[in-house]
């Protein structure tokens, strides 16, 4: 190998060792006082004075999905578990069971609980019960993982993704999304012995691989079956631009998701779609690093989604692990270059707002955008502690 190339690569790994030092520097301080003083709240997002709102606050009235059952509501407790993994400091153990307790009012109110059991519970129950045995979260995951298997539909071999919406019937709806929550199905199955669960995951991943993924690396947000008979209807435009698009956010669900089912099952096919998918998404990467709502977006208004940034970065870090050394190192760096992006022009390190990543945007069409979200921390966070394999991963 040419000496120069050698130097130069040393450089930089030293260069991007001592950037990610900083950061993760910079996450411990902002975390000690940020998680302090929203110890009591289940947070999503920031009002306009930078404080955390909180969806457990049964004085605000919240639909059925949005208060205690909206589908972040996890991820909150995750970032504390993130943190406890790196200092290993109590404290953000207990502050994260605070939400872990408060949570199982969902169990019995049910109706607003749909697919995203797996983003509300690993970063809570599983993660716990994982990190430190806690048997009263292993049976809390383990009945929001039966709750997810029941969402099955077997003729189509998908698991439905929402409850019914006003003026649409979604009993034959499943979006990309939903490869994340399998990681819950994949954790039923270890944990028991009982591989129903890993089945029903696998049925599902291999639907979305046949319906979702697009020859290019695109995929499909929602894609609609006949709930009878099982066969495709429709494919949907769903969060991002327009049918036939490529909203961002579903692109690092289905990376990130595919190295999910990839990690737990070792099924070949689940790697290489993951690494289909990454391709089109470093093939799509702005100059600036930043990421749109949607890859197919008009140039006008630029929309970014910088929790999509953060999802895919997490993704290809995911997917450097596991290819051979040879191929690691393109991943890794388009990682580098969204976090880097986030670090030096999306993230806010002051006391001035409790969330660090700024500019996300939860669809293309919704009527607000670039604003924080607490999961949009949560992969950040989870992003720069791959970079040093600090932590085991929660999903
Ligand atoms: N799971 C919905 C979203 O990514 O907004």
């Not at 099924?267 to 470093?282: G, I, S, W």
């Amino acid at each position: 190998m040419n000496p120069g190339y050698v130097k130069m690569e040393t450089k930089e790994r030293n260069e991007t060792g001592l950037w990610t030092d900083e950061v993760i520097g910079r996450i411990r301080s902002k975390m000690a006082w940020v998680s302090e003083k929203n110890r009591d709240k289940i947070p999503y997002t920031t009002d306009e004075n930078g404080n955390y709102d909180d969806r457990s606050d049964r004085n605000r009235s919240w639909r059925i999905d949005d208060g205690l059952n909206w589908w972040t509501n996890g991820f909150w407790s995750g970032i504390l578990w993130l943190l406890y993994q790196d200092t290993g400091e109590d404290r953000y153990a207990r502050i994260a069971r605070i939400s872990e307790e408060r949570m199982d009012r969902c169990f019995s109110d049910f109706y607003g609980l749909h697919h995203d059991v797996g983003f509300m519970y690993v970063p809570t129950a599983v993660a716990d019960y994982r990190l430190t045995g806690n048997e009263v979260s292993r049976k809390r995951a383990m009945h929001a993982a039966n709750l997810l298997a029941g969402r099955f539909n077997p003729a189509g071999r998908f698991i439905r993704a929402w409850n019914d919406l006003e003026n649409e019937d979604t009993r034959g709806w499943a979006i990309i999304d939903c490869m994340f929550n399998l990681s819950l199905l994949y954790w039923a199955s270890e944990e028991s012995g009982d591989p129903r669960f890993r089945h029903i995951a696998m049925m599902h991943a291999d639907t979305v691989m046949q319906y979702f993924v697009r020859p290019d690396g695109s995929v499909n947000h929602i894609v609609e079956f006949d709930p009878e008979t099982g066969e495709m209807v429709r494919s949907l435009g769903g969060q991002g631009y327009g049918e036939g698009s490529s909203w961002t956010r579903g692109q690092g669900w289905a990376l990130y998701g595919f190295m999910i089912s990839y990690i737990h099952t070792g099924k070949q096919e689940y790697l290489d779609t993951a690494k289909k998918v990454a391709h089109y998404c470093m093939a799509c990467i702005p100059e600036s690093g930043l990421i749109p709502v949607d890859f197919r977006q008009p140039e006008q208004p630029a929309y970014e989604d910088s929790c999509s940034a953060c999802v895919i970065a997490g993704g290809l870090l995911e997917l450097a692990k596991h290819v051979p050394a040879s191929e690691q190192a393109v991943y890794r760096n388009a990682a580098l270059r969204i976090l880097r992006a986030i670090d030096g022009q999306r993230a806010d390190w002051s006391d001035g707002c409790d969330a660090i990543v700024q500019n996300c945007s939860a669809a293309y069409h919704a009527d607000r955008h670039h604003f924080t979200m607490t999961y949009a921390d949560y992969f950040f966070i989870e992003a720069v502690y791959k970079l040093k394999n600090i932590g085991r991963l929660l999903w």
